[in-house]
């Protein structure tokens, strides 16, 4: 009767854990040549491949705002005004590009 409850709880979390959602979308015909090439070069599908690149693009996004931040906490809290002028330079370039 414990085992029961314990696979059935197991088999309920392992249903809902990261479901998947159908989502579709439409791309460049030269980005899909290259998730193409990369699904091929990697031995997978061009959907896994999709997947991975948004998820590391998702990742990058997160790390960048974490980023900005940091910079943003040193820039208040320093007290030396050739740092201030380095890490204003260094948040207008993360902010608008170079």
Not at 24 to 50: C, D, I
Not at 52 to 76: P, S
Not at 81 to 94: I, P, Q, S, T, V
């Amino acid at each position: 009767m414990v085992l029961y409850g314990a696979l059935w709880c197991k088999l309920q979390h392992m249903a809902n854990a990261d479901k998947a959602i159908r989502q579709s979308v439409t791309v460049p015909k030269r980005v899909a040549e290259r998730v193409r090439a990369m699904a091929k070069r990697q031995r997978t599908s061009a959907n896994r491949v999709l997947v991975q690149l948004i998820e590391a693009g998702l990742d990058a996004k997160e790390a960048e705002k974490r980023r900005f931040f940091e910079v943003a906490d040193r820039l208040t809290e320093s007290g030396d005004a050739g740092e201030r002028r380095r890490l204003k330079e260094e948040l207008a370039r993360m902010t608008f590009g170079e």
